[in-house]
């Protein structure tokens, strides 16, 4: 297996040595050293500074919607801990990390404990794939964006493990719901990757957004009128899949206390809620990645900022609609977030699909490319126009329907 | 370190394994369960397969598991079920324990065309394709012809069983030359990596010859000497007297038989490439292996899959009733 790691650790150990060689240390050390050692180290390193990452970005963006939150509904939110309250959720991380542990006792202690791992290990393992600058090594990986797909689909089974393994019954209720929501939704997210995967012909997330740079028409969003109801589609699904508010069924706090973490306290709840929050950054950042342009800059010719800081930027962008709709929207049922994914979300996703083939295989063929701007910007007009004739020629002429009176107390 | 990690996940294939099997509470197997599978797919990435290691967890782990956990769930009354094997069972299923440790053992130790794939992509990744041999079938390739796209500049890398100067190498090497015949590619370079013997931590490249037409047999075109010194030395990345490597035409077709890993690392550095992706996987599952030769064991697999899951449901359902 060739990684681009080995090889930057190979290109790595040759500067080493040239570098030796130039300032005459002495002595041969880097070549001595094993490659796969180099890469072990390497790797550690990669590991620890994502690690570093995902605990920073929770600690964020939980401020970021206590702030947010409070504004929404006209409060002001912490404001004790340090200036402005910005230290609140550390001052929270400590409380959290001191409180008592509780296993209950009618719980599977063994299931239990381990259930906030496999949480906590999934959501932060898809960090690996994202692409946050340009890069050869970070984010580079030929099955880029399937790996998250894959992984991705483990934290269901955490939040099974904990639901069950908590003997409660709302625990229980919490896992079912969490289980049939998120393995519906993965369906059209996946869709939603799928015309990604069709447009660019790859899975490598790196190799995707280097597709998009040069500008805010470069994105996939933006490329034809399918990948923007895409791009919708996904970001539906991606809060869908991140249970938060309105399919935030698994852990709604009305009716079931907390969903499948209502036995968990201490540390072991932290861990879900700092899941909970990389989840967040993950699934945004993927979504910037697909149909946002990534690390690349919206503005054609301006190169002046690094690319992490448009990724970053981007991400919060996304991260603050998601709180937006989830300080503003109600919960949905059970049966309406059901029939929102199969009957809205995947036939839409199947139009779609079959949208992105005819605009990719017409750019294919060539068509569209004598004129100013592609095909799948023309469609922007056509798509519309093909919408709007369809409607026409099926209403002209029926009458509205009436809705059925309903009666009541039958 | 990887020798660690691989035993690592053999014990937990194995302990875990063991869990679903002699463990009384179904949660408890379905969880195992996961952690087996999980370790399969840590198998698959240790055999260079990534992408069926993504398969592995998308299809088994993450939809297969969470649907039987679910039904698990949904049926609650089978939750607090103590599962028991009563001691009739035993006979049959040491028989089909049997057979299929046979079946597994026969594939794993005698001679299996999985190592035979060769695999091609072009420098930026855009596109992969890759031909197959088998050691039955000789001549019949999975074509390169057929790939909708042309590798430029590529690194084709050969596993065989037999490394080195066997027959069985050079057999493929032809194989191989014929498919990229078949796809338009006209100059190949055979470069052959082995250890240096006075230094073993380099490797020596060698350029051996090119192929420059299919037709006639294989024929092995002539080659002059400066020639082969300015692709030798392409392949090295060094300028030789009167030939600065951006002169050299690059190779059209690398072919790099009995490389080690090292020495796959270290060419694709030296020719500034971009890394190779295992197609051995892709194709294996893509389509010919898996649907040609191994169509009737892969349908006898998946019948037996299938009385199995019957089995396990009615078993289940007569628990519930006792």
């Given at each position: 297996m060739t990684h681009p790691i080995e090889a930057f650790a190979a290109r790595l150990r040759t500067t080493l040595a040239q570098t030796t060689e130039t300032l005459e240390l002495g002595g041969r050390w880097p070549e001595a050293i094993p490659l796969e050692g180099l890469i072990a180290i390497m790797l550690v390193l990669l590991a620890a500074v994502s690690v570093a990452l995902i605990a920073v970005v929770p600690i964020v963006l939980v401020l970021m919607e206590r702030k947010i939150s409070a504004y929404f509904q006209d409060r002001l939110g912490p404001t004790r801990v340090g200036p402005w309250g910005v230290l609140v959720t550390l001052a929270d991380g400590i409380k959290l990390l001191f409180k008592e542990d509780l296993i209950p006792p009618q719980a599977d202690k063994m299931l239990f404990r381990l259930a906030p791992y496999v949480v906590f290990g999934s959501s932060f393992a898809v960090v690996a794939v994202l692409p946050p600058f340009r890069s050869t090594v970070i984010g580079n990986l030929q099955l880029g964006l399937f790996i998250y797909l894959a992984v991705s689909s483990l934290v269901v089974l955490g939040i099974i493990m904990a639901g069950w393994s908590s003997n409660s019954k709302y625990s229980l209720f919490g896992a079912l719901r969490g289980a049939?929501?998120?393995?519906?939704?993965?369906?059209?997210?996946?869709?939603?990757?799928?015309?990604?995967?069709?447009?660019?012909?790859?899975?490598?997330?790196?190799?995707?957004?280097?597709?998009?740079?040069?500008?805010?028409?470069?994105?996939?969003?933006?490329?034809?009128?399918?990948?923007?109801?895409?791009?919708?589609?996904?970001?539906?699904?991606?809060?869908?899949?991140?249970?938060?508010?309105?399919?935030?069924?698994?852990?709604?706090?009305?009716?079931?206390?907390?969903?499948?973490?209502?036995?968990?306290?201490?540390?072991?709840?932290?861990?879900?809620?700092?899941?909970?929050?990389?989840?967040?950054?993950?699934?945004?950042?993927?979504?910037?990645?697909?149909?946002?342009?990534?690390?690349?800059?919206?503005?054609?010719?301006?190169?002046?900022?690094?690319?992490?800081?448009?990724?970053?930027?981007?991400?919060?962008?996304?991260?603050?609609?998601?709180?937006?709709?989830?300080?503003?929207?109600?919960?949905?049922?059970?049966?309406?977030?059901?029939?929102?994914?199969?009957?809205?979300?995947?036939?839409?996703?199947?139009?779609?699909?079959?949208?992105?083939?005819?605009?990719?295989?017409?750019?294919?063929?060539?068509?569209?490319?004598?004129?100013?701007?592609?095909?799948?910007?023309?469609?922007?007009?056509?798509?519309?126009?093909?919408?709007?004739?369809?409607?026409?020629?099926?209403?002209?002429?029926?009458a509205p329907v009436r809705p059925r009176p309903t009666t009541v107390g039958r | 370190m990887s020798l660690v990690l691989f035993y690592g996940f053999v014990g937990l294939a194995l302990t875990s394994a063991l869990i679903v099997v002699t463990t009384r509470n179904i949660v408890h197997a379905a969880f195992a369960l996961m952690v087996t599978l999980f370790s399969v797919a840590a198998f698959y990435v240790f055999l260079d397969a990534d992408f069926l290691a993504v398969i592995q967890l998308l299809v088994y782990v993450g939809g297969i598991l969470v649907l039987v956990l679910f039904g698990v769930m949904m049926t609650s009354g089978s939750l607090l079920v103590k599962l028991r094997a009563p001691v009739r069972q035993l006979a049959p299923a040491a028989a089909i324990g049997v057979v299929l440790l046979g079946l597994l053992l026969h594939v794993s130790i005698g001679e299996s065309p999985w190592d035979q794939f060769v695999l091609v992509e072009n420098p930026d990744g855009?596109?992969?394709?890759?031909?197959?041999?088998?050691?039955?079938?000789?001549?019949?390739?999975?074509?390169?012809?057929?790939?909708?796209?042309?590798?430029?500049?590529?690194?084709?890398?050969?596993?065989?069983?037999?490394?080195?100067?066997?027959?069985?190498?050079?057999?493929?090497?032809?194989?191989?030359?014929?498919?990229?015949?078949?796809?338009?590619?006209?100059?190949?370079?055979?470069?052959?990596?082995?250890?240096?013997?006075?230094?073993?931590?380099?490797?020596?490249?060698?350029?051996?010859?090119?192929?420059?037409?299919?037709?006639?047999?294989?024929?092995?075109?002539?080659?002059?000497?400066?020639?082969?010194?300015?692709?030798?030395?392409?392949?090295?990345?060094?300028?030789?007297?009167?030939?600065?490597?951006?002169?050299v035409s690059r190779p059209e077709m690398l072919l790099v038989t009995g490389a080690d890993e090292k020495a796959r690392v270290a060419l694709i550095g030296d020719l500034g490439l971009r890394e190779v992706t295992d197609v051995r996987t892709v194709v294996g599952l893509g389509d010919s292996v898996m649907l040609g030769e191994f169509l009737l064991p892969f349908e006898v697999v998946g019948a037996l899959l299938l009385v199995a899951l019957i089995g396990a449901a009615v078993v289940s359902r007569k628990e519930l009733e006792a």
């Open positions: 049939a929501q998120m393995v519906s939704y993965e369906i059209p997210l996946g869709l939603a990757a799928l015309m990604i995967v069709m447009t660019a012909g790859t899975l490598n997330m790196q190799h995707l957004v280097m597709d998009q740079v040069g500008g805010i028409h470069r994105w996939y969003m933006f490329r034809n009128p399918f990948l923007f109801i895409g791009a919708g589609i996904y970001f539906i699904s991606s809060i869908a899949e991140v249970n938060r508010t309105p399919f935030d069924l698994p852990e709604a706090e009305s009716e079931i206390v907390a969903g499948f973490h209502t036995e968990y306290s201490g540390l072991r709840f932290a861990y879900f809620f700092l899941a909970e929050y990389a989840n967040v950054f993950v699934v945004s950042g993927i979504c910037v990645a697909l149909f946002m342009g990534g690390w690349s800059s919206p503005i054609p010719g301006f190169q002046a900022l690094p690319g992490i800081v448009w990724f970053v930027g981007k991400v919060l962008v996304l991260v603050f609609v998601m709180m937006w709709i989830r300080w503003t929207v109600p919960r949905v049922r059970v049966d309406q977030l059901m029939a929102v994914c199969w009957k809205y979300l995947l036939p839409i996703s199947f139009v779609n699909i079959v949208g992105t083939g005819v605009v990719v295989l017409l750019e294919r063929e060539g068509w569209g490319a004598e004129l100013p701007i592609g095909i799948g910007h023309m469609m922007w007009i056509a798509v519309p126009v093909v919408l709007l004739v369809l409607g026409l020629l099926a209403f002209s002429g029926t | 855009s596109a992969a394709a890759a031909i197959q041999g088998s050691a039955s079938e000789r001549p019949s390739l999975a074509s390169l012809a057929t790939a909708s796209v042309r590798p430029r500049l590529s690194i084709a890398y050969a596993s065989t069983r037999a490394q080195g100067e066997g027959p069985a190498d050079r057999l493929l090497e032809q194989e191989v030359a014929t498919a990229l015949i078949g796809a338009g590619i006209q100059r190949m370079y055979v470069v052959q990596s082995r250890p240096d013997t006075l230094n073993p931590t380099r490797h020596v490249v060698l350029v051996e010859k090119r192929v420059t037409s299919l037709v006639d047999d294989h024929a092995e075109a002539d080659i002059s000497d400066e020639e082969l010194a300015s692709v030798r030395e392409a392949v090295a990345g060094r300028p030789v007297d009167g030939f600065a490597p951006a002169e």
